[in-house]
């Protein structure tokens, strides 16, 4: 049974910092893009970052480039989000995802799994 477990998130202040894990379970996934995504009260989920399968490729939404860092160890079976100088505007639940291809990015249209979510929020 594949399972991607999120930890990481908790209250913390503008300008701050968070580093949010992923440890997938239940399959290995180093062929495949994984990646973050992140939901707000009354909003729809939306792509925060992606990753191929051997990190040699990042994406990121433009909200977040230059502030976010997503990396993986697949000796772990784990992927990461760092993220720097939070905004309030960055308050969600935050999603890790593994997609059903193994190519540059994720995307939300072929996301096989789906973790839990961890909640970030950033006070002002």
């Known amino acids: 049974q594949v399972q991607l477990v999120e930890s990481g998130g908790r209250l913390v202040q503008t300008g701050g910092s968070l580093r949010l894990s992923c440890a997938a379970s239940?399959?290995?996934?180093?062929?495949?893009?994984m990646g973050w995504f992140r939901q707000a009260p009354g909003k729809e989920r939306e792509f925060v970052a992606g990753i191929s399968g051997s990190g040699g490729n990042t994406d990121y939404a433009d909200s977040v480039k230059g502030r976010f860092t997503i990396s993986r160890d697949n000796a772990k079976n784990t992927v990461y989000l760092q993220m720097n100088s939070l905004k309030p505007e960055d308050t969600a639940v935050y999603y890790c995802?593994?997609?059903?291809?193994?190519?540059?990015?994720?995307?939300?249209?072929?996301?096989?799994?789906w973790g839990q979510g961890t909640q970030v929020t950033v006070s002002s």
């Open positions: 239940g399959r290995t996934f180093s062929n495949y893009a």
């Open positions: 995802a593994v997609d059903r291809l193994s190519g540059l990015t994720i995307a939300k249209s072929r996301v096989a799994y």
